[in-house]
């Protein structure tokens, strides 16, 4: 494929877009027969009883079962054989981490010991989710401290499997409403307390939604979102508004992820080469067929 005019990249990029939809029919669609991961923050986020009942990860599940997709939720990890409750999670897991010390003693020694443990069954069956996905979908605020949704990341991208990550819009917008609030009272000392709280606490804004530089050398360039699209969704799925729409309506996403997946169904994507300067073939996208294998 030549690579001397932009004219010659879209045209090669048509071409091999052509060759792929010959390839890909009705009855052997990409996500008819992919298993995908749902990567993001659990322990520090605002509520973890809202984030279950009605977060990201209910609505993407639902958008991808209407494909076919098979669904690897840590909200609701599928039971083991032989071992219904190995590794089950819920929103009050975090509660046994208050039994922490560091006490230098034998004492402190055997909590440390059992803690390990404890979380060990988690932090196993979630791995071998990523481990046994196709690819992963991972939301990740910049404001919002994950070790588990790195670690799971990382790993994917160990396999060469496609991560799609969302790093949308953060803005604080009481943070705000507050500080004009303490100015207008001519609250000194107040202002003077919001001043140091944001030196003490990850308050820093990200209204451009950009992700961290580690991101961008560790995943595909292709991979990157601002948002869901949720919006264009709402009618089809009877969703109920939300946050997440209260963020998306005020930074509308410029790269949303469900159209993406939706056009996935039917294309491969391709990816750019720098060094050929033109798109190929995106071989991170293994989706076996065993449809009709016995």
Not at 10 to 23: D, G, N, T, Y
Not at 52 to 57: A, C, E, L, P, V
Not at 144 to 157: C, D, F, L, P, Q
């Amino acid at each position: 494929m030549s690579n001397s005019t932009d004219g010659t990249q879209a045209s090669s990029k048509q071409e091999v877009l052509a060759h792929r939809s010959q390839i890909l029919n009705q009855k052997e669609n990409v996500l008819s027969g992919a298993t995908v991961y749902l990567s993001g923050p659990m322990d520090f986020v605002a509520s973890r009883a809202e984030e279950k009942r009605k977060g990201w990860r209910n609505r993407v599940s639902q958008f991808l079962q209407a494909f076919g997709t098979t669904i690897y939720d840590p909200w609701n990890k599928p039971s083991v054989v032989g071992m219904p409750h190995y590794g089950k999670e819920d929103e009050f897991s975090t509660e046994k981490r208050y039994k922490w010390t560091y006490e230098d003693s034998s004492e402190g020694d055997r909590i440390r010991a059992e803690m390990d443990v404890e979380f060990w069954s988690t932090m196993h069956i979630d791995l071998r989710m990523v481990d046994t996905s196709d690819f992963l979908i991972s939301y990740c605020p910049t404001n919002i401290y994950s070790v588990g949704t790195v670690h799971e990341i990382v790993m994917a991208r160990l396999q060469r499997k496609p991560v799609l990550f969302v790093s949308p819009p953060v803005v604080f917008p009481s943070l705000q409403e507050l500080e004009q609030h303490l100015k207008s009272k001519g609250d000194n000392q107040g202002t003077k307390l919001l001043d140091r709280l944001r030196t003490e606490v990850p308050l820093r804004p990200n209204p451009e939604a950009i992700p961290s530089m580690w991101y961008m050398t560790l995943l595909d360039g292709h991979y990157f979102f601002d948002g869901f699209g949720f919006q264009s969704y709402m009618k089809r799925f009877n969703w109920e508004r939300g946050e997440l729409d209260e963020r998306e309506e005020k930074f509308p996403p410029k790269r949303p992820l469900l159209p993406y997946l939706e056009k996935l169904d039917h294309e491969i994507p391709l990816r750019y080469d720098t060094e050929q300067k033109t798109y190929v073939e995106n071989v991170d996208w293994l989706v076996f067929n065993l449809r009709g294998k016995k």
